[in-house]
Each structure stands twice: as structure tokens, then as C-alpha cells.
């Protein structure tokens, strides 16, 4: 059976007006408490944050063992969200479609129609982690690109809604096979998860060891309730009626990204494609741009601010690249890192 997707929010200006102070307040709770349960993982949590409020995929790029799959974790049972609406996989070149999305549903298969049972699987969940992401064949990549770019699934050739609002990705590496190019521009925040056992050795050991004794006991203080999916989702509809608006009135748009933040995003989008040779498409950058506003009303409610342009430093494509453009980003940002 295909599932009921999750109905698109419908609440009004007027009706988010009197809430938006308190979600954001929540949000940002979240965020910090979240932050209590890892080693130096606060900006990893950031970007999560980010991401989730404006329902962008995020990419961890990293090794084993640097907490990439209990970020996601975490993060999903701390929102409160069950195992009927949370989708994980490990993705490898033998990985099939049913897996995936689901399997055929045979006895449609007898009438002539193509359709697949879907509960459980990935267009069903509304949040997903898919690990070794760019190990998937070609087959898995096509429906992957179809979910993301228009948030649609094809059943017996007519498109579905799906109902996934958040997704994280992971891989120990990032590809260069062009044909894989057009996966990675989806991500258009990655970031490195590096070991911390060199610079937090014993950190690293007492919140290992009180995560061990947790799960042995059975106990998830993280999921305090500080926050839900849907005060993300609030977070999300209230930024769209906002960019909405500003469509009717594009003057508007220098109140939440004063002249002289617009001039220095150009500045630097220029300067990482012309002397760093970082390519940034045009879809990328209009993501980009909805990033950083969303960064500066989730965090501080605000006009854009350097910090919020920090954003940059994880745009970069290849693996090689990020740790480069890290730099690169805070050195023109004045920044000692850009967080």
C-alpha cells in the first residue's frame, strides 16, 4: 500500500504572528541541549538546525566512528519522532529500489499496474538518514534526485507527494565521477565530522562512556520534548510566507539582508569561484542565500550578520575543497573559523 503523505502546513501570518518567538526560542533550545550530549559537535548541530528549518538536505562527510549516524539519531528522538516516521539506510552499489522505496506490490503487478508498498520506506518517512549515499547505484541516484529536487514520487507513472521533509546524508568520501555531480550540488551544505580524540581525549571518554551507560539502562534524557518537528516546520512556513512577500515587494528584502551582507555574499561566492575555483551553480546559490536567512531568524531573529554568512564555509564540492574553503570563508569573513 502506498502511505498518506504528510499534508503541507497551511497556517496564516496572522496565526504564526503571536507563536513565531516562542518556536524560535524552542528551536534554539533544542539545539543547545542537543549540543550537551556530544564532544564538539555544536556546529555539526547548528547546521542540522538549519537545514531541518528550511528542509535542505545536509551531508556528513567523515570516517567511521565520528558520530555521524548518532547525530542523526539523537536529533530524530529528540524531535519525537517515532520509528514509523524516520527512514535510516546504509546504501551500497548492490542496494535495490525495493529497499529503498519499497517493494512491488504484486497484486497491482496482476492488474498491469506498477505501484509500490511504501510504508516504512523513504517517500512514507518524514525524516531520513541515508548513509554511504554516493556508494548507490544509478537506479537508487535517479529516484533520489526525483524525491529531492521536487518532492515527488512516481507511482504507476503518476507523480506522488512524498512526505519527507528532512534529510541527512552521509559518506567517507565524496566521488569525482561527473555522473555523481548532480547528487552532490543537492547537498548544498557539507561538513566535515573529524575525531575529536586529540583535542578532547578525556571529553571524549566520560561522554562515551555516559552514552554507553544510557543505552544500557535505557534511558534518553535528550528526549525532553524541548522541541517538536512541527515547531520546525512553524519555523519553515513562517519564513515562506516572509520570502513571499518580499516577492511582491522585492525592497523588502534589504531589511533582512541589509546592501552591505548582499555585497559581501557577492564578494565571496565571486572570490571562491574565481581564485578557488569552487564552483557555485545558480541553484546553488539561491539555496545559499535562503540558508543564511534562515540561520539569521532561527538564531537571532535578526538581520543577516557575518556569522550568518559563515554558512559559506561549507559549500565547498569535493572532499578536498571544504576544509580549503573553511578557511578561505572565515580569512574574508575576518572570522578565526567559520562556524
Known amino acids: 500500500m502506498t502511505a498518506t503523505p504528510t499534508p503541507t502546513p497551511t497556517w496564516t501570518f496572522d496565526e504564526l504572528a503571536p507563536q513565531i518567538d516562542g518556536v524560535r ?5 533544542h539545539r543547545r ?21 528550511a528542509q535542505e538536505p545536509l551531508l556528513f562527510v567523515g570516517p567511521p566512528g565520528t558520530a555521524k549516524s548518532d547525530l542523526v539519531v539523537k536529533w530524530v528522538e529528540s524531535v519525537g519522532l517515532g520509528d514509523d516516521a524516520y527512514f535510516e539506510y546504509m546504501l551500497t552499489k548492490f542496494t535495490e529500489p525495493s529497499e529503498v522505496v519499497g517493494p512491488i506490490d504484486i497484486d497491482l503487478l496482476k ?10 520506506k523513504l517517500p512514507d518517512c518524514r525524516v531520513a538518514f541515508l548513509d554511504e549515499i554516493f556508494k548507490s547505484n544509478s537506479a537508487i541516484l535517479n ?11 512516481y507511482q504507476d507513472g503518476a507523480p506522488e507527494p512524498v512526505a519527507l521533509q528532512v534529510l541527512f546524508g552521509a559518506t567517507n568520501y565524496i566521488p569525482e565521477q561527473s555522473e555523481l555531480d548532480a547528487m552532490s550540488d543537492r ?20 561522554a562515551g562512556m555516559r552514552n554507553e551507560a544510557l543505552r544500557a539502562i535505557g534511558r534518553k534524557p ?13 519555523a519553515k512556513r513562517w519564513l515562506d510566507l516572509q520570502f513571499a512577500r518580499e516577492g511582491d515587494d522585492p525592497g523588502l528584502r534589504e531589511v533582512s539582508f541589509p546592501s552591505s551582507a548582499f555585497a559581501e555574499l557577492r564578494r565571496i561566492v565571486r ?16 539555496k545559499i542565500y535562503k540558508l543564511i536567512r534562515t540561520r539569521a531568524f532561527v538564531f537571532h531573529g535578526g538581520a543577516v550578520d557575518t556569522p550568518d554568512l559563515a554558512l559559506l564555509a561549507y559549500v565547498g564540492n569535493r572532499r578536498h575543497e571544504l576544509p580549503a574553503v573553511q578557511a578561505r570563508v572565515g ?9
Not at 143 to 153: A, D, Q, V
Not at 223 to 232: F, Q
Not at 275 to 285: I, P, T
Request: glycine share 4%; charged share 30%.
Open 271 to 286: 572570490a571562491l569561484e574565481t581564485e578557488d575555483r569552487v564552483l557555485v551553480s545558480d541553484r546553488k546559490l539561491v
Open 331 to 339: 580569512a574574508l569573513l575576518g572570522l578565526a573559523t567559520a562556524s
Open 25 to 29: 526560542a524552542r528551536i534554539n533550545r
Open 187 to 206: 547537498f548544498i551544505l557539507k561538513v566535515e565530522t573529524k575525531p575529536v580524540k586529540d583535542t578532547h581525549f578525556a571529553e571524549l571518554i566520560d
Open 111 to 120: 492488474q498491469g499496474r506498477f505501484v509500490r508498498r511504501t510504508k516504512g
Open 143 to 153: 529516484l533520489l534526485l526525483t524525491i529531492l529536487n521536487e518532492r515527488k514520487f
Open 33 to 53: 541541549e542537543l549540543s550537551s550530549y556530544f564532544v564538539n559537535r555544536a556546529a555539526e548541530i547548528d547546521l542540522m538546525t538549519v537545514c531541518a528549518v
Open 222 to 234: 535528550w528526549v525532553s520534548g524541548t522541541a517538536s518537528l512541527e515547531d520546525y516546520q512553524k
